[in-house]
């Protein structure tokens, strides 16, 4: 069988916990592919929210067993809390989780090097979210760091020490921050203990006997293609690939065995931290989108910047993505708005036109909209798209042609259920 994609096509928090928890029941392995606690999908199962991290959004279906890829780095005081509160829900998430071996440990002095290294940057600040991300991918592709497997080798601890001393040596040059490392490292090596006791896996041998059995595999993509590391806007970006190329090496697959690629829009676009958004607002509308649609950093709890959506940016995430299908998320939070725009091209000193540009950080480009009449009414009755309100009907069918990509699934409200087939 082949393995399906889902991924954000915009600056994360695009809406992907959601749909990977619905898509579930048709896949028997849904794996990360790569980041780390700097994701947080957000489920909402009858009034309860969860947030995740690093499990992946399959961990809800009993039936589905879930991988975490050689692609993620893993802090395991993170994870052991994602698991605490799994079980307080209900579920007994060791049952149907994998570990791979290959996948990159985040210790306390990434974490301080990490909070060091933005606090040295004043206001040049890159918008990290401090988990020590940025810093266990360099140790990854300086071919020093630890993973998962080296908790089962006698050497370990000595492994540690060594990386910490680095660290240590590193820390040197920046200004002093408050990090109590002797507290974090005590925490750390109590949930080393417990993830010692996890099921582990060699992801790519785990998915190839998968695959040759006929299993259905869904690879979960955690922030947005906008934050890749290659082709989003650096470097105000993540430290890792997190477009569909990035699922071959995350999780160790040949690329022929990609099919479908699912990509998840906000009706809207919004983005945490630091860097370029060509149609942020300001103002009442940006507060009222920010307000309906509680835009805030489900990791950070940071709030969110807000625009309208972006037609030249999407229509570059689906290109490279390969998009097959296109997933519209918080349509609802746009009911009560008596007017909607849409940037469908970018204005600069070149002309107009409908493509990013090499550097979106120094390009002076001017979004040019164009504005749409608002339903204004509740949709939480809709069951299909026949049912939707005319206005609306006519700005996603504007949207699939300028985006020349159907609209797969609408979704209409934040519980699982909440959603509308319309291809």
């Not at 909607?340 to 090499?358: E, F, I």
Request: some cysteine; hydrophobic content about 35%; charged content about 25%.
């Amino acid at each position: 069988m082949a393995v399906d994609v889902l991924l954000g096509l915009q600056w994360g928090d695009e809406g992907k916990g959601k749909i990977v928890d619905y898509l579930a029941p048709q896949y028997d392995v849904v794996c990360r592919f790569q980041g780390g606690p700097n994701a947080g999908h957000t489920i909402i199962i009858k009034g309860n929210k969860h947030v995740l991290h690093t499990i992946p959004s399959g961990i809800f279906r009993p039936d589905t067993m879930n991988v975490i890829g050689n692609g993620v780095v893993i802090d395991p005081i993170t994870m052991c809390r994602e698991l605490d509160n799994l079980i307080d829900a209900g579920l007994s998430p060791t049952e149907n989780l994998l570990v791979a071996r290959k996948a990159h440990l985040i210790l306390p002095t990434h974490r301080m090097l990490d909070a060091a290294s933005e606090a040295s940057k004043g206001d040049q600040k890159i918008g990290s979210t401090l988990r020590g991300i940025g810093p266990t991918y360099m140790d990854k592709t300086g071919r020093n760091g630890l993973r998962i497997g080296d908790i089962e080798s006698e050497g370990f601890r000595q492994k540690y020490s060594a990386l910490k001393e680095k660290h240590l040596g590193l820390l040197a040059i920046y200004p002093q921050i408050d990090f109590d490392l002797e507290a974090e490292e005590v925490k750390w090596f109590e949930a080393i203990d417990r993830v010692r006791e996890l099921p582990k896996t060699d992801c790519e041998y785990y998915l190839y006997k998968a695959i040759k059995a006929d299993k259905n595999i869904l690879a979960e993509g955690a922030q947005g293609t906008m934050l890749d590391i290659d082709y989003g806007t650096y470097p105000y970006v993540t430290s890792s690939n997190t477009m569909t190329a990035g699922v071959c090496t995350g999780l160790g697959l040949a690329p022929h065995h990609i099919d479908k690629v699912i990509g998840i829009s906000k009706a809207y676009c919004t983005r945490v931290g630091s860097g370029p958004f060509p149609t942020e607002l300001e103002g009442p509308v940006a507060e009222k989108l920010r307000k309906n649609g509680a835009e805030f950093g489900a990791t950070t709890g940071r709030p969110r910047r807000c625009g309208w959506i972006d037609i030249p940016q999407l229509k570059y995430s689906i290109m490279i993505n390969g998009l097959t299908h296109l997933v519209l998320t918080k349509i609802d939070c746009l009911n009560d708005f008596e007017e909607l725009s849409a940037a469908t091209h970018y204005k600069s000193a070149d002309g107009t036109t409908d493509q990013l540009p090499y550097d979106l950080n120094s390009a002076e480009v001017e979004p040019v909209y164009q504005s749409y009449p608002g339903w204004n009414q509740d949709i939480g009755h809709c069951t299909d798209r026949s049912s939707l309100p005319t206005d609306l009907e006519d700005y996603i069918s504007q949207l699939e042609r300028m985006l020349d990509t159907k609209i797969y699934l609408l979704s209409t409200g934040p519980e699982r259920d909440e959603l509308i087939h319309c291809s």
